[in-house]
Nanobody, 125 residues
Framework: QVHLVESGGGLVQAGASLRLSCTAS????????MGWFRQAPGKEREFLAA????????GYPDSVTGRFTISSDNAKNTVYLQMNSLKPEDTAIYSC??????????????????WGQGTQVTVSS
């Protein structure tokens, strides 16, 4: 069982930056990729970014490409999501997730087995 702890959320003004972190512990033997998702009230969970522990392969949707960057520090079992040029529409609960090596699209929540508690990001205009 993997335990994920997130931090870094908060209230910021439009145009500001935030860096979220997610530290993994526990049974990480089968962990292969980490992903970031967000969910706003009344909306479905949205894929933001993913990275593999080995090789650092990353992927992003068009909605955040150029603004959000995912990275990892393997020694600390931690992944980060650097968010720049934040907009009010970025307001949501941001969650990190852990997934095993399996075939499928990184954008699917079903590809991930463990989820963090989520951290609130609020962007004011």
């Amino acid at each position: 069982q993997v335990h994920l702890v997130e931090s870094g959320g908060g209230l910021v003004q439009a145009g500001a930056s935030l860096r979220l972190s997610c530290t993994a512990s526990g049974g990480t033997f089968s962990s292969y990729r980490m992903g970031w998702f967000r969910q706003a009230p009344g909306k479905e969970r949205e894929f933001l970014a993913a990275i593999t522990w080995t090789g650092g392969s990353t992927g992003y949707p068009d909605s955040v490409t150029g603004r959000f960057t995912i990275s990892s520090d393997n020694a600390k079992n931690t992944v980060y999501l650097q968010m720049n040029s934040l907009k009010p529409e970025d307001t949501a609960i941001y969650s990190c997730a852990d997934g095993p090596p399996r075939y499928g699209l990184w954008t699917r929540p079903a590809m991930y087995d463990y989820w963090g508690q989520g951290t609130q990001v609020t962007v004011s205009s």
